[in-house]
């Protein structure tokens, strides 16, 4: 059976500050992100067990398929998030990335606009996203709760920004629009580019 593993970061733990601190980052990747990981690994076990043991109940399989759900949507947008910035990032998208947004999202600082405040809104825990949507065949932005409630089905997360507080406040505090104003200068737009390239290729395929 596979397993998911932690991916490595494509920088150092310091190299985000001053907006990400290294002690976030590193706490962030290697304790939160790393829990996901486990867990979605350990709740697969749990479900192969009661499975082989033909003891799979109402009950006790919701648990354990929410618990799954949980960590592994955990695990794949955080996999997401560490891509999606970058050292060098920042500025804004060209090409076919650019002209979607343009329309679809009202321009880049409509879009901008309106991420940031799902982003900086989100009640409790979560994330805001920017998804490509292949049915309505259009860019969309979600406001994601945890990890994976309120999500579209179909949708393709291609930049995502977390809103949990354990991604800001030992930085930030309470203040979440500050940290989320920071991200936009760490976008790694070729990596955003990249993903929606992969998606609407997909879409038509």
């Known amino acids: ?35 996901y990981v486990k867990g979605a690994n350990d709740t697969l076990e749990q479900i192969a067990e009661v499975r082989d043991k033909d003891q799979i109940t109402p009950t006790g399989l919701v648990g354990l398929e929410k618990t799954y759900a949980f960590n592994l949507s955990g695990h794949v947008l955080h996999s997401i998030f560490w891509q999606n910035l970058s050292p060098d990032g920042g500025d804004r998208p060209d090409g076919a990335l650019r002209d979607a947004i343009d329309e679809h999202l009202g321009g880049f600082e409509a879009f901008k606009k309106q991420l ?10 979560g994330w805001g996203v920017l998804a490509w949507e292949p049915l309505g065949k259009r860019l969309i932005v979600e406001q994601v709760y945890d990890h994976h409630g309120n999500v579209g089905q179909n949708a393709t997360p291609l930049l995502v920004f977390d809103a949990w507080e354990h991604a800001y406040y030992l930085q930030y505090k309470n203040v979440r629009p500050d940290y989320v104003t920071k991200l936009w200068d760490l976008v790694n737009w070729t990596d955003v580019a990249d993903r929606f390239a992969t998606a609407t290729a997909a879409a038509t395929a």
């Open 116 to 125: 940031t405040v799902a982003t900086s809104s989100v009640q409790g825990s």
């Open 1 to 35: 059976m596979g397993t998911y593993s932690l991916p490595d970061l494509p920088y150092d733990y310091a190299a985000l500050e001053p907006a990400i601190t290294g002690q976030i980052l590193e706490l962030h990747h290697a304790k939160h992100h790393a829990a």
